[in-house]
C-alpha cells in the first residue's frame, strides 16, 4: 500500500511540476509578446537611439543618411527590432520566472551564489552597453566611413535595415563578452575548471580574446585593443576573485585540506 502512495505522491508531484513549468512558459512568452507591443509602438525613441551614431558621418553629402531600398523594408526592420528589443526588455521577467521555478530544488548557498552572480552580471551588461555605444560605436563608424577609404566625390548610401540591426547586434555581441568573466567564475565556483588550468591556457586565451575583437571591431589596432584589453583585464580579475574567496580549487587540493 504504502508502494502505491508512493508512485501516487511522485505522479502528483510530477503533475505539480508541469503545472509549474507550463505557467513559467506561459509568464516567459506574455512577457516577450507584451515587450515586442510596446516596443512596436513606442519604435521610433528606439530607432532614433540606434540611428544617432550615423550622424557623425561628414561626408554623407545628405541630412538622411540611410535609405531603404524597397517598399517592404521599413516595416521587416520595424518588426525585427520591436522582436530584439522586446526580447531585450523582457529578459529580466524571463530570467526571474525561471529562477523562481529552479529555486525550490537549490540549496540556500546555491541561491545566494545564483543572486551574487545575477548582480554581478548585471553590471557587467551595462558596462558593456555604455563601453559598446559610447565608446566603439564612433571609432568603428569613423573608421569605416573615412577618407582613406572612400575618395570626396564619393558618396555615402547605407542601407537601413541592415546598418541599423547592425548596430542592434554589435552592442548585443558587446555586452554578451563581457558576461565571459561570469561564465569563468561559475565554472570555478563549481570546480569544473580549476584555477591553475584557466592560468595556464592564459596565453592562449589572450590570442583568442584578440581574434574575438578583431572579429567584432573594424581592422584597426585601437579598436581592438579597446575590446581586448577589459576582457583580458576582467579575465585575470575572475581568477583573482577565485582565490580570494577559494574558488576552483584543485580537487586534490580539495581532499588535502
Same mark, same amino acid.
Given at each position: 500500500?504504502?508502494?502505491?502512495?508512493?508512485?501516487?505522491?511522485?505522479?502528483? #508531484?510530477?503533475?505539480?511540476?508541469?503545472? #509549474?513549468?507550463?505557467?513559467?512558459?506561459?509568464? /516567459?512568452?506574455?512577457?516577450?509578446?507584451?515587450?515586442?507591443? &510596446?516596443?512596436?509602438?513606442?519604435?521610433? !525613441? %528606439? $530607432?532614433?537611439?540606434?540611428? #544617432?551614431?550615423?550622424?557623425?558621418?561628414?561626408?554623407? =553629402?545628405?541630412?538622411?543618411?540611410?535609405? &531603404?531600398?524597397?517598399?517592404?523594408?521599413?516595416?521587416?526592420?520595424?518588426?525585427?527590432?520591436?522582436?530584439?528589443?522586446?526580447?531585450?526588455?523582457?529578459? !529580466? *521577467?524571463?530570467?526571474?520566472? $525561471?529562477?523562481?521555478?529552479?529555486?525550490?530544488?537549490?540549496?540556500?548557498?546555491?541561491?545566494?551564489?545564483?543572486?551574487?552572480?545575477? &548582480?554581478?552580471?548585471?553590471?557587467?551588461?551595462?558596462?558593456?552597453?555604455?563601453?559598446?555605444?559610447?565608446?566603439?560605436?564612433?571609432?568603428?563608424?569613423?573608421?569605416?566611413?573615412?577618407?582613406?577609404?572612400?575618395?570626396?566625390?564619393?558618396?555615402?548610401?547605407?542601407?537601413?535595415?541592415?546598418?541599423?540591426?547592425? *548596430?542592434?547586434?554589435?552592442?548585443?555581441?558587446?555586452?554578451?563578452?563581457?558576461?565571459?568573466? $561570469?561564465?569563468?567564475?561559475?565554472?570555478?565556483?563549481?570546480?569544473? $575548471?580549476?584555477?591553475?588550468?584557466?592560468?595556464?591556457?592564459?596565453?592562449? *586565451?589572450?590570442? =583568442?580574446?584578440?581574434?574575438?575583437?578583431?572579429?567584432?571591431?573594424?581592422?584597426?589596432?585601437?579598436?581592438? /585593443?579597446? %575590446?581586448?584589453?577589459?576582457?583580458?583585464?576582467?579575465?585575470?580579475?575572475?581568477?583573482?576573485?577565485?582565490?580570494?574567496?577559494?574558488?576552483?580549487?584543485? *580537487?586534490? =587540493?580539495?581532499?588535502?585540506?
Amino acid at each position: 500500500m504504502s508502494e502505491v502512495m508512493t508512485d501516487q505522491e511522485t505522479t502528483m #508531484a510530477f503533475r505539480a511540476h508541469l503545472k #509549474a513549468l507550463k505557467r513559467t512558459l506561459i509568464v /516567459c512568452l506574455i512577457s516577450f509578446i507584451c515587450a515586442s507591443v &510596446i516596443c512596436f509602438l513606442f519604435f521610433d !525613441p %528606439i $530607432v532614433e537611439f540606434l540611428y #544617432a551614431p550615423f550622424l557623425s558621418i561628414e561626408n554623407a =553629402g545628405t541630412e538622411d543618411t540611410l535609405f &531603404i531600398n524597397n517598399i517592404f523594408e521599413g516595416f521587416l526592420a520595424k518588426l525585427k527590432i520591436s522582436l530584439l528589443s522586446g526580447l531585450t526588455l523582457s529578459f !529580466p *521577467i524571463i530570467l526571474f520566472s $525561471v529562477l523562481r521555478f529552479v529555486f525550490p530544488a537549490l540549496s540556500k548557498k546555491e541561491r545566494r551564489v545564483i543572486l551574487y552572480t545575477l &548582480i554581478i552580471s548585471a553590471v557587467l551588461v551595462l558596462v558593456g552597453f555604455y563601453y559598446s555605444y559610447y565608446l566603439i560605436l564612433p571609432i568603428t563608424i569613423d573608421f569605416f566611413t573615412s577618407v582613406g577609404f572612400l575618395p570626396d566625390n564619393v558618396g555615402i548610401l547605407l542601407n537601413y535595415q541592415n546598418n541599423i540591426i547592425y *548596430i542592434f547586434k554589435f552592442i548585443f555581441m558587446i555586452m554578451i563578452t563581457f558576461q565571459f568573466p $561570469v561564465l569563468m567564475e561559475m565554472l570555478m565556483i563549481t570546480n569544473i $575548471v580549476e584555477r591553475k588550468t584557466l592560468l595556464g591556457f592564459s596565453r592562449y *586565451i589572450i590570442v =583568442g580574446v584578440f581574434l574575438l575583437a578583431a572579429i567584432i571591431t573594424p581592422p584597426d589596432f585601437v579598436s581592438q /585593443c579597446m %575590446i581586448a584589453f577589459p576582457m583580458i583585464f576582467l579575465y585575470f580579475l575572475a581568477i583573482l576573485i577565485a582565490k580570494i574567496f577559494g574558488f576552483g580549487k584543485s *580537487i586534490e =587540493g580539495k581532499n588535502g585540506k
